[in-house]
């Protein structure tokens, strides 16, 4: 797709992806390129909307097969409203959370069959994949903790950040499992870093992998 490139970043709860994100954007553009940032589920005004009901906790007791076609139909109207149109153009498209987040929250932790969420995926994405995916890797204590500190005074933990401690732990051992079976597509980074050291590293693994013009 011209010179698009795709970077989905992925982690737990607190472990900075929107703060990377954005640290990413001025680098690209730094360089004349355009970055466009975006997020699941989420992304264009539909999916927004089936995030607010997947958040809030509605969809839950209807489990996770369920939950996963959800974050499908999301990321169905995402991919055809905002990302592929974006790489079309020539952008770089950084996506915080993508199909990773299915595989491991609905497929690794809610027991979805692995070949069954390969097909949901298969017609979800239609072979759009990530060029580079960077999972950031945080002590869920550490995330959860962070998360707590962001939210607003008043403001419940969303349906992911309610989840038990040992969901968590589960959940960063699930995506260390992908990073280590996709070592082409995934690095895995410390993000027990500061901000600005965890946006040099994922520069790096960025110029690593994927290449890109110099400035001018």
Same mark, same amino acid.
């Not at 950084?94 to 069959?113: H, K, M, P």
């Given at each position: 797709m011209a010179a698009g490139r795709f970077i989905t970043l992925e982690g737990g709860e607190g472990a *900075?992806?929107? +703060?990377?994100?954005?640290? @990413?954007?001025? !680098?690209i553009e730094a360089l004349g390129l355009h970055a466009t940032l975006t997020r699941e589920p989420g992304g264009s005004p539909k999916a927004e909307?089936?995030?607010e009901v997947i958040?809030? *906790? &509605?969809?839950?007791?209807?489990? #996770? =097969?369920?939950?996963?076609?959800?974050f499908s139909a999301a990321r169905i109207d995402h991919i055809d409203r905002l990302i592929r149109p974006a790489l079309t153009r020539g952008d770089w498209v950084?996506?915080?959370? =993508?199909?990773?987040? +299915? !595989?491991?929250? &609905?497929?690794?932790? *809610?027991?979805?069959?692995p070949g069954l969420l390969a097909e949901l995926e298969a017609v979800t994405v239609d072979?759009?994949?990530p060029h580079l995916t960077l999972i950031l890797d945080l002590d869920p204590t550490v995330g959860l903790a962070r998360a707590a500190r962001r939210r607003t005074a008043g403001e419940g933990a969303d349906r992911f950040e *309610?989840?038990?401690?040992?969901?968590?732990?589960?959940? !960063?051992?699930?995506?260390?499992?992908?990073?280590?079976?996709?070592?082409? !597509?995934?690095?895995? @980074?410390?993000?027990?870093? #500061? #901000?600005?050291?965890?946006a040099e590293a994922a520069w790096r693994a960025i110029r690593e992998r994927l290449p890109t013009p110099q400035p001018a």
């Open positions: *900075g992806k929107s +703060t990377l994100a954005r640290a @990413l954007k001025e !680098r909307a089936i995030r958040l809030s *906790g &509605q969809v839950k007791r209807h489990g #996770p =097969f369920v939950e996963a076609l959800m950084i996506c915080d959370r =993508f199909i990773d987040s +299915t !595989r491991v929250y &609905q497929g690794a932790l *809610g027991q979805i069959a072979g759009l994949l *309610g989840e038990a401690l040992a969901f968590h732990r589960k959940l !960063r051992q699930a995506y260390l499992a992908i990073a280590e079976a996709e070592p082409a !597509r995934c690095v895995v @980074l410390d993000a027990a870093q #500061p #901000p600005a050291a965890l």
